[in-house]
């Protein structure tokens, strides 16, 4: 969907580097969410945030760190790059004003520690 | 355990035929459900959605059922083509002022030529 935008789209990157995954939306939405996708394991969710200032840790934060810094704007850091965090990473947004809880995704970042 | 699951891991359809995908869910609280396809290196699409009050929608060659009372939902794809070949996704909100999705693992529909 290129209303949600990321990047970089793919990154290689070594053991104990840190890293920042980005991503952009022109839809207008309140809430954005960062996911892995791992073979096997589906969607998890790292975190979410309703809006600027709300962050809400998901399922699998350890590792992680985020920050809003504008409605429109979601980074995922991986402060020290470990090999298990090698996956696609998602993100998606939902519109409060939609009544919907339907999410959008973005293409993905598919991210490799060496 | 993983709430939303699938029946099969995969799916062969002949072009031409209609095509099945199930999903079991087992939070009876659940009341709004999506269908996604994830095409091979792209992130998922929304397909269709239904919410716990209904039992059957219609979109454009697709219909989701839901069967509340087994906990299933299932999407079906008339006419399959063989750009339908992708990945699908069932999800599901879990009520109660949720905002949450919960995914399943997914079924990849392949489409014979």
């Known amino acids: 969907d290129a209303d949600v935008t990321q990047t970089p789209r793919n990154r290689i990157t070594k053991t104990g580097k840190r890293i920042m995954l980005e991503c952009s939306q022109t839809?207008?939405?309140?809430?954005m969410y960062w996911y892995r996708q791992d073979p096997g394991l589906g969607l998890r969710l790292i975190y979410y945030?309703?809006?600027?200032?709300?962050?809400n840790k998901g399922e699998i934060s350890d590792g992680y760190s985020v920050s809003r810094q504008a409605q429109a704007k979601f980074s995922l850091s991986l402060e020290s790059a470990i090999p298990n965090q090698t996956a696609l990473y998602f993100c998606?947004?939902?519109?409060?004003?939609?009544?919907?809880?339907?999410?959008?995704f973005g293409p993905g970042t598919r991210l490799t520690v060496l | 355990g993983e709430s939303v699951g699938l029946h099969l891991p995969t799916l062969s359809v002949q072009e031409g035929d209609n095509s099945i995908i199930n999903c079991a869910y087992s939070?009876?609280?659940?009341?709004?459900f999506i269908w996604y396809k994830q095409e091979s290196g792209k992130g998922p699409q929304f397909i269709i959605d239904?919410?716990?009050?209904?039992d059957k929608r219609q979109g454009q060659r697709v219909t989701v059922l839901l069967n509340k009372t087994v906990k299933h939902l299932s999407l079906q794809i008339a006419a399959t083509q063989p750009g339908d070949s992708a990945v699908y996704f069932c999800?599901?909100?879990?009520?109660?002022?949720?905002?949450?999705?919960?995914f399943g693992k997914g079924t990849k529909l392949s489409v014979i030529p």
């Open positions: 998606a947004t939902s519109g409060l004003a939609e009544f919907t809880d339907t999410q959008y």
């Open positions: 839809k207008g939405h309140d809430r």
């Open positions: 945030s309703f809006d600027v200032k709300d962050i």
């Open positions: 939070n009876s609280a659940s009341d709004y």
């Open positions: 239904i919410r716990s009050n209904m």
């Open positions: 999800a599901e909100n879990r009520g109660a002022g949720s905002y949450q999705l919960t």
